[in-house]
Nanobody
């Protein structure tokens, strides 16, 4: 069992920055690929970014490339999402997810999910 707890969300003006954190506890964090997802009101949940178990491989959806950076610190059992140049369309609840493989993370079939943290970007 892995417990995931997100933090770092909040209200920010367009153009601003936030750093989300996802702290993991339970099983060995470094065994899991990680991902960030988001869900805006009235919309389906969408993948934002993924990172491999070692952090050596990352993936971003086109709409956040160049603005968001996913990283992880396996010594701290934490994955991060640095979000810069935020736009109102980034407003959503952001979730982290863990799975044993990157394909599983990307497919949204992660084994473990956090409760989410709200990000609101005002125009």
């Amino acid at each position: 069992q892995v417990q995931l707890v997100e933090s770092g969300g909040g209200l920010v003006q367009a153009g601003g920055s936030l750093r989300l954190s996802c702290a993991a506890s339970g099983r060995t964090f470094s065994n899991y690929a990680m991902g960030w997802f988001r869900q805006a009101p009235g919309k389906e949940r969408e993948l934002v970014a993924t990172i491999s178990r070692t952090g050596g491989s990352t993936y971003y959806i086109d709409s956040v490339k160049g603005r968001f950076t996913i990283s992880r610190d396996n010594a701290k059992n934490t994955v991060y999402l640095q979000m810069n140049s935020l736009k109102p369309e980034d407003t959503a609840v952001y979730y982290c997810a863990a799975a044993l493989t990157i394909p599983s993370v990307r497919a949204g079939t992660g084994d473990y999910w956090g409760e989410g943290t709200q990000v609101t970007v005002s125009s």
